[in-house]
């Protein structure tokens, strides 16, 4: 049968989608491959597909536990013969698997990585005809990815433990050029064919807001726009996860949470109430929904900011995997900073990996608080552009606020970190500006410099939203670690001689004593 007639008869799709055609027919071949494409974008087929037309066993590596079952019922239901093996089988079930495996029963095997190098397993396949290897999540091999398994470092090992090396194929939605580099390393990929579809999403709208009530925002937002469409909404700790499962309940929309806390039990139980639509909403940690396939999710909505653009734009990518219109909104707000902040602070890592990690964050905290296309912050992530830096899907894209001319506000501040000789942060670069008589300013002199008490005028937030606009668009240089420091960079001078105009959107911008009025 050739690759179309079986896409036809056991998946009932006419067309390969952009890139499965060559990943598959290289996997056919016998060469390694590396895949790269969006959630949605039709990863399964990739190995699926080779898996029915070669013959042998297909191996697939899988950390999706909880959909490991979900998965295998449907290819069975398509009549491709399926197992899985994880933590879930007692052991009868699992002898029963080994059985079939052995009897040559199944087309494909999903394995939970841990399992793949105990002795009962590697005894049995390596006598065994594996035509190929494919690793799902390859991401998770690296450990700079957000999603590191340890338990995937393993992999070489068992591919090396077969008699005859099978193909190996590896697939990810989300990789840096570095994560990509680890994968093939680590994994062992032999020159692999590689396949980028890109990672644009273009039914996907992105908004970063600023709001001072999230809970009240989210209210208003679902009775607006969706009055019975399903989202996800992602908090930062469990905590956050509760009380908004409490107060989305309480105002009579259906929702339910979903955190690590929680028993696998009940966390399994709301996946599904949600996944069926017998709840609409799911508020959820980041413990949810890697490899969950829901196609009809019409927003995703973050509470609180995520620690790294990868994280946020696989999670917000989670909406709109029909290829309809769908919203994600990320909530910002200062606070979620220093959340983020103390949680790479109390990891016991070394202080190179910790100093990723805060510039990864950074990354986002830019993206928040950028002016510039927010579509094309996230491709130039992935080293991508969109098309000419102007999606108009994006709420900088449509915004039509009134701008307002802040060269002259960045010019006092520019100033201000270059007079405190570029050795502090922006809390105290703000607190000379505004001439506070704070106790740390005063033992440090600073008073005594020229910028001292220039922006009186300014609300601290004021200033600060400056600066991290400063920041995001790379006049200012935040270091990137506990303590962040201002710095100025090549390109702050144009600012200070006026060669650069800078704006910003003018509600951002109250000063103090408006906004005091404004609150009164
Ligand atoms: P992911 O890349 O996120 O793993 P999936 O493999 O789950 O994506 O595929 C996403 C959806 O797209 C699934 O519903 C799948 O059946 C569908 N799909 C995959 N390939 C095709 C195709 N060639 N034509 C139409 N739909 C497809």
Request: charged share 25%; hydrophobic share 35%.
């Amino acid at each position: 049968m050739d690759l179309q007639n079986i896409l036809k008869t056991y998946f009932g799709y006419d067309e390969f989608r952009n890139g499965q055609d060559k990943l598959i027919e290289s996997i056919i071949e016998g060469r390694d491959a590396l895949g790269i494409m969006p959630t949605g974008g039709g990863k399964s087929i990739c190995y699926q597909l080779p898996a029915i037309a070669l013959d042998g066993i297909t191996i697939v590596i899988s950390p999706l536990i909880s959909l490991m079952k979900d998965q295998v019922d449907s290819l069975n239901e398509l009549g491709i013969n399926a197992a899985f093996i994880n933590s879930t089988l007692d052991n009868g079930e699992f002898l029963q698997i080994l059985e079939g495996i052995r009897a040559n029963s199944y087309k494909i095997v999903y394995v939970a990585p841990e399992r793949l190098n105990t002795d009962s397993f590697i005894n049995l396949v390596k006598d065994i005809r594996i035509s190929l290897v494919a690793v799902d999540e390859a991401h998770c091999i690296s450990q700079w990815g957000h999603d590191f398994r340890p338990s995937y470092l393993e992999i070489p090992r068992f591919i090396n433990s077969l008699k005859q090396r099978p193909a190996v194929a590896a697939f990810t939605a989300t990789a840096t050029k570095e994560i990509i580099k680890e994968i093939k390393r680590l994994i062992g990929l032999r020159n692999p064919i590689e396949v980028t579809t890109g990672f644009d999403r273009p039914n996907l709208y992105y908004q970063v807001l600023k709001v001072s009530n999230k809970s009240k925002f989210l209210i208003e937002y679902l009775n607006e726009n969706f009055k019975t469409e399903s989202g996800i909404v992602y908090c930062a700790t469990r905590k956050s996860v509760e009380s908004l499962v409490k107060i989305l309940n309480d105002k009579g929309f259906s929702a339910v949470g979903y955190h690590g806390g929680m028993n696998s039990e009940e966390r399994q139980n709301n996946q599904d109430e949600f996944i069926l639509g017998n709840k609409r909403l799911i508020v959820a940690t980041n413990a949810f929904g890697m490899g969950i396939d829901k196609p009809d999710v019409r927003f995703v909505i973050h509470y609180n900011m995520p620690k790294n653009m990868e994280a946020y734009y696989q999670e917000a990518g989670r909406a709109g995997r029909d290829g309809e219109k769908s919203d994600c909104i990320l909530l910002y707000s200062a606070s979620d900073i220093v959340k983020q902040k103390l949680m790479i602070q109390n990891d016991d890592i070394d202080p190179k990996r910790q100093e990723m990690l805060y510039k990864n964050l950074q990354y986002l905290v830019n993206y928040c608080n950028t002016n510039e296309c927010l579509r094309n912050q996230i491709l130039n992530y992935f080293d991508e552009d969109s098309a000419n830096g102007k999606c108009k899907n994006c709420s900088n894209c449509i915004d039509s606020s009134e701008m307002i001319d802040i060269t002259l506000e960045a010019q006092k501040i520019l100033s201000c970190i270059y007079r405190v000789n570029q050795r502090y942060g922006a809390n105290m670069v703000i607190q000379v500006l505004r001439g506070s008589k704070n106790k740390k300013v005063l033992e440090a002199r600073l008073d005594n410099v020229s910028t001292y008490g220039i922006m009186k005028e300014y609300s601290d937030s004021a200033i600060s939203e400056i600066i991290m606009t400063l920041v995001s668009s790379g006049y200012i240089h935040m270091t990137h670690d506990k303590y962040p420091v201002l710095k100025l960079t090549s390109k702050s001078a144009d600012v200070l001689s006026g060669k650069t105009k800078l704006h910003h959107k003018k509600h951002l911008l109250q000063k103090k004593d408006e906004k005091e009025k404004a609150s009164k």
